[in-house]
């Protein structure tokens, strides 16, 4: 049906998404980027309130701050990422690459979770996505927007708006995949290593103690992964069309 899809796209008179677009690198690369960082931003909500959930019983309210932390700064960071984006002396592509280590350095603070967590752990690494995200994404925008006529926005957006869509479904069912296998594996090797070990009385608490040990474990894992996402887009992101900063009352400029 997806590929129906695309194919109609394509020859369409009046399309949705005008596939065509994707041939200018600043959007064809930078959409397959946008793709990846909407999962690797996984790791700022999805993976806290995950973890939370299951090993404190947290219920959707009681995990607000987690997204707050992360949500509210954007009312002053996205603005700022924006106005920064327009100095003359600034790269887009350099700013987009300070974001993504950000998130990567969010990830590696959160890969340090233990069954003790609860939201004030979090915090470092919560603002570290706070500040990463706006910069990514920000920039992210800037880059592809600065390479579309006005009258192309309607088709980019289109664009932007099915990856999003897609990227976190497709997003949440991998890191959800990636848990459930992880927390397997780390539950076998755990059972393994308590079946050497004598005298164990109490077959309940240690089932459950494994059990706890194994999320975590998981949990830690995911946020490896999605931190090595984000590092492992930074070269990719460099290598996207240089746009510079537009005068006064201009557009922005770019070359190869």
């Known amino acids: 049906m997806s590929a129906g899809f695309l194919l109609s796209e394509w020859g369409h008179p009046a399309p949705f998404i005008r596939l065509q677009l994707l041939e200018r690198r600043n959007l064809g690369l930078g959409f397959s980027i946008f793709f990846c960082l909407i999962i690797a931003m996984l790791s700022g909500a999805s993976l806290p309130a995950s973890d939370l959930g299951h090993l404190q019983g947290f219920r959707a309210l009681q995990m607000e701050p987690i997204g707050l932390i992360i949500g509210l700064p954007q009312l002053l960071f996205g603005p700022a990422v924006a106005l920064l984006l327009y100095q003359k002396w ?3 592509r350099q700013v987009f690459a300070v974001g993504l280590l950000c998130i990567a350095a969010a ?4 890969a340090g979770v233990t069954a003790d967590w609860m939201v004030a752990e979090f915090n470092a690494a919560q603002m570290l996505q706070a500040v990463g995200q706006p910069l990514a994404v920000v920039s992210l ?6 390479v579309v006529q006005p009258m192309e926005g309607a088709y980019v957006s289109g664009i932007i708006n099915t990856l999003r869509a897609f990227a976190t479904l497709f997003g949440n069912a991998v890191v959800g995949r990636l848990l459930t296998v992880r927390t397997d594996f780390h539950h076998e090797m755990l059972l393994d290593q ?4 004598a005298g164990v009385s109490d077959v309940a608490a240690l089932a459950q ?3 706890e040990q194994a999320s975590v474990l998981a949990t830690a894992d995911a946020y490896r992964v999605l931190g090595a996402l984000a590092l492992l887009l930074i070269p990719f992101v460099l290598s996207l069309q240089y746009i510079a900063a537009p005068s006064s009352g201009g557009a922005p400029s770019s070359r190869g």
Do not use: I
């Not at 925008?141 to 600065?146: E, R």
């Not at 308590?194 to 070990?197: E, F, N, P, T």
């Open 90 to 92: 600034v790269d887009a």
């Open 107 to 110: 990830c590696w603070l959160g």
């Open 141 to 146: 925008l800037f880059l592809g927007t600065s």
């Open 194 to 197: 308590a079946g050497r070990a």
């Open 209 to 211: 103690t494994l059990a």
